[in-house]
């Protein structure tokens, strides 16, 4: 079993809708991190959190610290919104991240 | 405030052939990672720096790739000789320093070994 867990692996919605990317995790962690990468292989890093939630534009992250669990939001989806979405983990030793697998989302105009 | 820089973004090269990568973090950013991105897979750490000391490189296929960061600043990571499977997106990351900071991530050297 993966130690980062993202659910669903592929999205695929109409733009404006409101999409929810899921993160699973079973180590103990500093903070999650939420990160996006677009087919030209660059990430940027969306989020950083290690408890509560975390607003930016049309964004959302919030984490479940008991649950071991984070989720990202995105409000009023559009196609420029279409990549991939990683959720990576800092373990709480020497912060190499952990990473999910990532989720590919596609907006449909 | 400059982001990291990598060069090139593009490479491709025949396997047994010799590559190199370079990489400029944030300006005061002490961590320094190298990591390989294979088509569909997430990123895999290659070799982590502090400064100018190696914290992991325990993931790194020592027998063709090497790194190094002489001044504590820039790195470059070299594979000697390429093999197919190495084709990858390789990413350069910075962080402020060790211990639960953001890392900033390079816009990657995509290498293409036919």
């Known amino acids: 079993k993966n130690e980062v867990e993202q659910s669903p692996q592929n999205l695929t919605a109409q733009e404006g809708e409101f999409i929810t990317i899921n993160c699973s995790y079973s180590?103990?962690?500093?903070?999650l991190h939420w990160l996006q990468q677009h087919p030209g292989g660059g990430i940027v890093s969306l989020f950083m959190?290690?408890?509560?939630?975390k607003k930016h534009g049309r964004l959302i992250a919030t984490i479940n610290i008991q649950e071991k669990h984070s989720s990202l939001h995105i409000t009023a989806s559009h196609p420029r919104d279409s990549a991939v979405y990683i959720c990576?983990?800092?373990?709480?030793?020497?912060?190499?991240?952990?990473w999910g697998a990532g989720t590919k989302l596609i907006i449909k105009p | 405030e400059a982001g990291v820089a990598q060069s090139p973004r593009y490479k491709i090269i025949e396997k047994r052939q010799s590559v190199a990568f370079w990489c400029n973090p944030i300006?005061?950013?002490?961590?320094l990672y190298w990591y390989q991105q294979i088509l569909g897979q997430g990123p895999k750490l290659l070799i982590q720096?502090?400064?100018?000391?190696?914290?992991?490189d325990s993931q790194l296929p020592k027998d063709r790739f090497s790194a190094e960061r002489l001044k504590g600043v820039d790195s470059t990571l070299k594979i000697q000789p390429a093999k197919l499977e190495d084709s990858a997106v390789y990413l350069c990351?910075?962080?402020?320093?060790?211990?639960?900071?953001?890392?900033?991530f390079g816009p990657g050297t995509r290498l293409t070994v036919l």
């Open positions: 180590v103990g962690i500093s903070a």
């Open positions: 990576a983990v800092g373990g709480d030793s020497n912060y190499q991240l952990i």
């Open positions: 300006s005061g950013h002490a961590t």
């Open positions: 720096f502090q400064n100018n000391g190696v914290v992991d």
């Open positions: 990351a910075s962080s402020f320093s060790l211990g639960g900071n953001e890392q900033f």
């Open positions: 959190l290690s408890s509560g939630k």
